[in-house]
């Protein structure tokens, strides 16, 4: 080969690196393809709830602990200000004897769906959370019997039972139009069920089923809840969703 010919090959052999390193340099400086934002894993049951609900106490079967109809779990669950649902804690619960699907009084069955909290109550003097709270005297009830005060908070001279150990924590679930005060709000449908509650149990007999409501067997873990739940969250309660 040539001197001239050594010198074109070397001047086009140059030119090709210095092109090559020009085109790496531009793909360097060329910014990345975005990327399409994550999807935020929505549990089923968050479409049932109000927009601005990021508290939830739900309720759901579970073999976990025993194998009976009444055998339950009750999740904590929370939503971040991203919108993502992460479950806060699992506790061991107990529900109607014979399970889900409330449909009348006296079915021993737990009612399905989504509902407010009505009121908290503890037998103390003091609220021990945040959410509105009303005491529970001996003389509390939500009574049962037909008539004007069906599924109504009452305070029954001579009664001495509203004090009883599984009620001294927990709070009313806003099931049929449950009334604070007598013929305040909207009339309860006679017949349907009342009294329902989340209550803690008595001593030795924790996970027993109930006649209707969702028993948190252990009292610290109904205080953990009570002191958990937040006003500004509008909780709900989800019942077998």
């Known amino acids: 080969m040539t001197r001239g010919a050594r010198n074109s090959l070397a001047a086009a052999t140059t030119a090709v690196v210095v092109a090559l390193v020009l085109a790496v340099g531009v793909l360097a400086a060329a910014p990345a393809p975005a990327r399409a934002p994550a999807r935020v894993w929505t549990p089923p049951w968050a479409s049932?709830?109000?927009?601005?609900?990021?508290?939830?106490?739900r309720t759901v079967s579970s073999h976990e602990y025993c194998r009976r109809v009444w055998c339950t779990l009750t999740?904590?669950?929370?939503?971040?200000?991203?919108?993502?649902?992460?479950?806060?804690?699992?506790?061991?619960?107990?529900?109607?004897?014979h399970g889900w699907g409330k449909q009348r009084e006296g079915d021993n069955r737990s009612p399905v769906g989504v509902y407010?909290?009505?009121?908290?109550?503890?037998?103390?003097?003091?609220?021990?959370?945040?959410?509105?709270?009303?005491?529970?005297?001996?003389?509390?009830?939500?009574?049962?019997a037909a008539g004007p005060n069906y599924n109504t908070w009452l305070e029954v001279r001579g009664v001495t039972s509203g004090n009883r150990p599984s009620m001294?924590?927990?709070?009313?679930?806003?099931?049929?139009?449950?009334?604070?005060?007598?013929?305040?709000?909207?009339?309860?449908?006679?017949?349907?069920?009342?009294?329902?509650?989340?209550?803690?149990?008595?001593?030795?007999?924790?996970?027993?089923?109930?006649?209707?409501?969702?028993?948190?067997?252990?009292?610290?873990?109904?205080r953990w809840l009570l002191t958990w739940l937040r006003p500004s969250a509008d909780p709900r309660v989800v019942q077998d969703r």
């Not at 999740?75 to 004897?97: F, N």
């Not at 945040?130 to 049962?144: I, L």
């Open 168 to 222: 001294r924590s927990g709070w009313v679930v806003d099931y049929n139009r449950v009334r604070l005060r007598p013929g305040v709000g909207p009339r309860p449908v006679p017949g349907k069920g009342s009294g329902i509650f989340y209550h803690t149990s008595k001593p030795g007999d924790r996970w027993a089923p109930t006649a209707g409501c969702t028993q948190v067997g252990n009292p610290r873990q109904m």
């Open 48 to 57: 049932l709830l109000p927009a601005g609900t990021t508290q939830v106490v």
């Open 116 to 144: 407010r909290i009505k009121v908290t109550f503890t037998t103390g003097t003091e609220n021990p959370g945040e959410m509105p709270w009303r005491r529970r005297k001996p003389t509390s009830v939500v009574t049962s």
């Open 75 to 97: 999740q904590a669950w929370e939503r971040d200000p991203e919108g993502r649902w992460q479950k806060v804690r699992e506790l061991r619960s107990t529900i109607g004897r």
